[in-house]
């Protein structure tokens, strides 16, 4: 059967097409509508229209900014300000008169470098997301682990500092207040000044106080993952986002991680991801 999947991003919303040899046979990229919830879910339809317009049966997964509340079954947690508090799946389906299955960026991210990426020979699979924010998704033989209440892999708001920096959570010390891209930018410029992306920063190794600005990273980051892999355990780590292409990561971060996990053998892949922007929309179009 054929799958379609829907990436709903920020500033683009991606479909794609795939066989049931998950060979890609379309994809097609819009805007993603400002600030309008209607817009968007007509965004969405315009793409699954198309997509589906030459064959007949298909499942259909979106990927989504936030997750759905199992208390309510409305969107929540979503950096896109006009999902919060929709029944975004409820109103879809009904427009589409297609079941779909839906699942945030994070959980898509997971399942796409289970199956397809880099930890597809892996049985447990946690994907981390180092971006804007901070998340990730648990992958158990193949399928996603939700939990109790859907929060399963939120690392990023596992606390890092007692009485840290605020999160907009409304807890302080969260690890994505440390080493999210927002975060790590606002540190640089509080130790030097300078107000500079993170691609430029990483670059600017010779400057005198990056020793202390990566000293600072290493620690949380190896802190934060530690937790990870004290807690779960798993046979393997995805990295994904922006920051999963800070090649330091791989030897330093590590090494930084290992030296804090609670065991006498420390051998956990912590790997870059194979899909990189392209994820979401494959993780989306794998959803069961």
Known sequence: MYKIGIDLGGTKTEGIL??????????????????????????????VNDLSSKIEDFTLGICTPGVISKKTGLLKNSNTQCLIGKSLKEDLEKKLDQKISMENDANCFAVSEATM????????VFGAILGTG???????????????????????????????????????????????????????????????????????SGNS????????????????????????????????GGLSNIEFLYH??????YEKVFSDLVDTPILKNNLGDSSGVFGAALLK
């Open 117 to 124: 990426g880099i930890a597809k020979n892996h049985s447990f």
């Open 252 to 257: 330093d971060g590590i090494k930084n991680v």
């Open 18 to 47: 795939l066989d049931d040899s998950l060979n890609t046979i379309e994809r097609k990229r819009l805007s993603t509508p400002k600030d309008s919830y209607q817009e968007i879910i007509n965004t969405i339809y315009d793409l």
């Open 209 to 240: 106080k990056f020793i202390q600005w990566k000293q600072e990273f290493l620690d949380n980051f190896g802190t934060a993952l530690a937790n990870v892999i004290d807690i779960l355990d798993p046979d393997v780590i995805v990295l994904g």
């Open 134 to 204: 901070v998340g990730g998704g648990i992958v158990i033989d193949g399928k996603i682990h939700h939990g109790r209440t859907n929060i399963a892999g939120e690392w990023g708001h596992h606390t890092l500092h007692q009485n840290g920096k605020k999160c907009y959570c409304g807890k302080k010390g969260c690890v994505e207040t440390y080493i999210s891209g927002p975060a790590l930018e606002q540190r640089w410029a509080e130790i030097t000044g300078k107000n500079q992306f993170l691609s430029e920063i990483v670059r600017d």
